[in-house]
């Protein structure tokens, strides 16, 4: 082979070559590139809203007339708005009305905050008061129950375990004062407990004294409609 042919034969492969290098990178697209949307802020928190010395006792009064106006119940949405408008009105100098949702909010964590103070035996909320007196404003007083007489037994064991409590009393109160205190204030507490103690035993002697003439004028009564209905009974046995 001569050397012309040869180079001929080079050169033809280099162009085959060159082809084939062309038509493989004409096979990739170029993607122009694409910016990131930005992350979305909808889901972002917003801060809490900033509530006053002066918004704070206007809010708990203002929930708790309306809490009690109706019968110390849930409130619903409309009451809640009613409680953000009355709140408006008392802090007129706020700079931003608090809506009926952050007042909802706000009366959650206000009692929340309450229940646990009440179990505290050093009270450092400054509002725990606050809250004590208008959650117990409109409360009503609890009812006492009529007294029944009962059995001669209960009325003595009654009387003992009242004797017995003044008593436990009085030697608390001696032993915290460690024999220095006032002797004649002790003496008047112990006479003062000894008088209330003789005024129950009397009232309950008082008690068992009108029930047994209950028993006794439920007796006569009976015996005086078993005599009525005996002497129906002759007159009826005469005439037949």
């Known amino acids: 082979m001569d050397p012309s042919s040869r180079t001929s034969s080079l050169d033809s492969a280099s162009a085959s070559a060159g082809n084939r290098s062309a038509g493989n990178q004409s096979a990739f697209l170029v993607l122009p590139s694409t910016p990131l949307p930005p992350p ?18 206007a809010l708990i009064d203002a929930y708790c007339d309306k809490w009690n106006s109706l019968g110390r119940g849930n409130l619903r949405s409309h009451q809640w708005a009613e409680i953000a408008g009355d709140l408006a009105r008392r802090c007129p100098s706020s700079s931003a009305p608090k809506t009926s949702t952050q007042c909802r909010n706000k009366v959650e964590k206000l009692r929340k905050r309450y229940r646990s103070e009440k179990h505290r035996s050093i009270l450092s909320w400054p509002y725990f008061q606050k809250m004590d007196d208008a959650m117990n404003r409109g409360a009503a007083p609890a009812k006492s129950a009529d007294p029944r007489p009962s059995s001669g037994g209960e009325m003595r064991r009654g009387i003992e ?14 032993a915290e004062r460690n024999g220095g205190g006032d002797e004649g204030l002790t003496e008047a ?10 005024m ?3 009232k309950l002697e008082m008690a068992m004294e009108l029930q047994k003439l209950r028993m006794e004028i439920e007796l006569k009564r009976t015996e005086m409609i078993l005599h009525c209905h005996r002497r129906i ?8």
């Open 40 to 57: 979305s802020t909808s889901s972002r928190r917003l801060p809490p809203p900033c509530w006053t010395n002066e918004e704070i006792p």
């Open 189 to 198: 507490v112990g006479m003062l407990g000894d008088m209330l103690l003789s």
């Open 233 to 240: 009974f002759d007159a009826m046995s005469s005439y037949s």
């Open 161 to 174: 375990e009242m004797r017995r409590r003044v008593e436990e009393k009085r030697k608390r109160r001696d």
């Open 200 to 202: 129950e035993g009397k």
